[in-house]
């Protein structure tokens, strides 16, 4: 009885098993800056010495200020202490708008390495943000011949994220390998406990039966198999 609960247990645990075994393998098949899209990436241009001027406030708490440059401007990046954002014209001090569709294909060209066209630009309200972007940011996508989605984010301008086909697939492969398909970071989801410890148990009533079964096959009458009624 105990051999046949064991067999059963290995059928059940074989499935999670092959895709931990298979996603693991993909994954670890590709380096892991390829995947982040680094050679996709290009890098921003030294920019003439200037003096930057102060950004107005608005009289609003500053956490961070922060010195960038977009598509060759160069911008203060402001994040307020209650979680708002803007940027503002490092040159001037001027807070800038919003970024339109218009802005956005040229900042996601000016940050984009590869040698695609600009396919689309769509705009995403942060409630509504793809799963591969991570984060509940207003964002403009901008997708290029080759699959790859740059996100822009739609206050500040700042780069977002770069996803290639390549990362995708890879995400996927993640999401099957800690059973999370729905948000892919959940490395304590139930499931995944609940079929590793099955995994544990398989493995030990193995081990328990193995010398039993060893034992059983030396008692048996020779030409009988061990567990079974008839003669070779």
Same mark, same amino acid.
């Given at each position: 009885? $105990?051999? +046949?609960? #064991? ?17 693991? !393998?993909?994954?670890?098949?590709? *380096? ?6 680094? #050679?996709?990436?290009?890098?921003? =241009?030294?920019?003439?010495? %200037?003096?930057?001027?102060? =950004?107005?406030?608005?009289?609003? *708490? ?8 977009? /598509?060759?401007? @160069? ?20 807070l800038l708008p919003s970024v339109n569709a218009r802005e956005a294909a040229l900042l996601a060209r000016a940050a984009f390495a590869g040698k695609a ?18 984060? *509940? ?11 790859? #989605? ?12 770069? +996803?290639?086909?390549?990362?995708? /697939?890879?995400? %996927? ?15 304590? #989801?139930?499931?995944?406990?609940? %079929?590793?410890? !099955?995994? $544990? ?7 328990? !039966?193995?010398?039993?079964? +060893? ?5 048996? @009458?020779?030409?009988?198999? *061990? ?6």
């Open positions: 009885m $105990v051999m +046949r609960w #064991h067999v059963w247990l290995g059928w059940l645990v074989g499935v999670p098993l092959l895709l931990w075994t298979a996603s693991g !393998l993909f994954m670890a098949s590709f *380096p892991i800056d390829t995947v982040r899209g680094e #050679h996709l990436k290009a890098e921003a =241009p030294a920019l003439p010495g %200037f003096r930057p001027v102060v =950004p107005i406030l608005e009289g609003r *708490p500053v956490q961070t200020l922060t010195l960038s440059q977009q /598509a060759g401007t @160069p911008v203060w990046l402001v994040d307020y202490a209650d979680g708002g954002k803007r940027r503002a014209d490092a040159r001037t001090g001027a066209e600009l396919a689309a630009v769509t705009r995403f309200a942060a409630e509504n943000a793809p799963l591969e972007l991570r984060r *509940p940011r207003p964002s403009w996508q901008a997708r290029f011949a080759d699959d790859t #989605h740059i996100y822009i984010d739609a206050e500040t301008g700042a780069v977002l994220a770069t +996803r290639s086909a390549l990362w995708r /697939a890879f995400d %996927f492969m993640w999401g099957l390998h800690i059973m999370d398909l729905q948000t892919r970071e959940d490395t304590n #989801h139930p499931i995944l406990i609940g %079929f590793a410890a !099955l995994a $544990v148990i398989s493995i030990l009533i193995g081990i328990c !039966l193995l010398p039993l079964r +060893r034992a059983k096959g030396r008692s048996a @009458p020779q030409g009988v198999r *061990p567990g079974g009624n008839g003669q070779k």
